[in-house]
């Protein structure tokens, strides 16, 4: 019997600070901080490829939290490398994967 262990994942990213930000509740400058996490899909916990990524902004001042999505794109916290691992396990297959072939293709026309 063989078992096949997937499913989703999700990863928290570390709360950063947001500079020259200002709160749109209470107008406070540099009082608010991001923070949001990311899913993946992953078979034997290896992460395969993303899935969905949500972040909130939350202002230190007035204790205001709110959704990240109208924020531009370069403040929101980045997806983690390792997210695409299944990808690029992948991929690096598929180029051994087509070295070995071609290599074996050279010795038939030797
Ligand atoms: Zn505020």
């Not at 992953?42 to 959704?67: E, V």
Request: proline share 5%; glycine share 4%.
């Amino acid at each position: 019997m063989f078992f096949i262990i997937f499913g989703t994942r999700s990863t928290k990213h570390k709360s950063t600070k947001l500079e020259n930000f200002t709160c749109q509740t209470c107008n406070s400058q540099d009082t608010s901080f991001i923070s949001g996490k990311s899913k993946y899909f992953s078979i034997f916990w290896i992460p395969l490829f993303p899935l969905g990524k949500s972040a909130t902004t939350y202002c230190s001042d007035c204790q205001t939290s709110s959704s990240a999505k109208f924020l531009k794109p370069e403040l929101k916290p980045k997806r983690p490398i390792w997210h695409f691992t299944g990808i690029m396990l992948f991929i690096a297959f598929e180029i051994g994967n087509t070295i070995f072939i071609l290599s074996q293709n050279m010795h038939l026309l030797n």
